[in-house]
T-cell receptor
Framework: GESVGLHLPTLSVQEGDNSIINCAYS??????FIWYKQESGKGPQFIID?????DKRQGQRVTVLLNKTVKHLSLQIAATQPGDSAVYFC????????????????FGQGTILTVHP | GAGVSQSPRYKVTKRGQDVALRCDPI?????LYWYRQALGQGPEFLTY????????KSGLPNDRFSAERPEGSISTLTIQRTEQRDSAMYRC???????????FGQGTRLTVV
């Protein structure tokens, strides 16, 4: 079945360092991936997404890399700041197959990122 | 509205009572999703709608759970005969369509006592 998992449950970095958060997915048919940031007491907040026809996408201080060969997704955060401290979730979606749309997002367990000043 | 709005933010109910959780999606978003999130875990899919049609309800745990979106906008998740194991954060999200970014609301914290 579908599943998404993370290699590292916690990540601790110094302010200004670059952070890399990893995610493995098992459904090779998934065609859409999203990274969310969730701060304590809040709902998941969209960071960046990528479709399976791409292997890299950049945003402001963030980059998502997709390796379909090994079914691996990563989120890179440049010059990490204390405000980046949160739980980060990757999510996968098989959005279209056989003429049918599928809205279900499957989330991983999450990685706790702690940024020390 | 500007974001996904859920109400109530907190709900405490006695075991055996029915509860209704409301979700008001972002204006114009055709897809609406319900998730349940346990502490320290990622959201778990329950069901989703495109317009008023319930496209997938495979994540609903049992027949005590139901959802509707009669006019393709506001949605209600209903849990009948609540049990303590139903206690969780229930999150709603909406998107402009399937395979588009889903934006989440603040959630409803349900506690069954």
């Amino acid at each position: 079945g579908e599943s998404v998992g993370l290699h590292l449950p916690t990540l601790s970095v110094q302010e200004g360092d670059n952070s890399i958060i990893n995610c493995a997915y098992s459904n090779s048919a998934s065609d859409y991936f999203i990274w969310y940031k969730q701060e304590s007491g809040k709902g998941p907040q969209f960071i960046i997404d990528i479709r399976s026809n791409m292997d890299k996408r950049q945003g402001q201080r963030v980059t998502v890399l997709l390796n379909k060969t090994v079914k691996h997704l990563s989120l890179q955060i440049a010059a990490t700041q204390p405000g980046d401290s949160a739980v980060y979730f990757c999510a996968e979606n098989l959005s279209w197959a056989g003429g049918t749309s599928y809205g279900k997002l499957t989330f991983g367990q999450g990685t706790i990122l702690t940024v020390h000043p | 509205g500007a974001g996904v709005s859920q109400s109530p933010r907190y709900k405490v109910t006695k075991r055996g009572q029915d509860v209704a959780l409301r979700c008001d999606p972002i204006s114009g978003h055709v897809s609406l999703y319900w998730y349940r999130q346990a502490l320290g875990q990622g959201p778990e899919f329950l069901t989703y709608f495109n317009y008023e049609a319930q496209q997938d309800k495979s994540g609903l745990p049992n027949d005590r759970f139901s959802a509707e979106r009669p006019e393709g906008s506001i949605s209600t998740l209903t849990i009948q005969r609540t049990e303590q194991r139903d206690s969780a954060m229930y999150r709603c999200a909406s998107s402009a369509g399937t395979g588009r970014v889903a934006f989440f609301g603040q959630g409803t914290r349900l506690t069954v006592v």
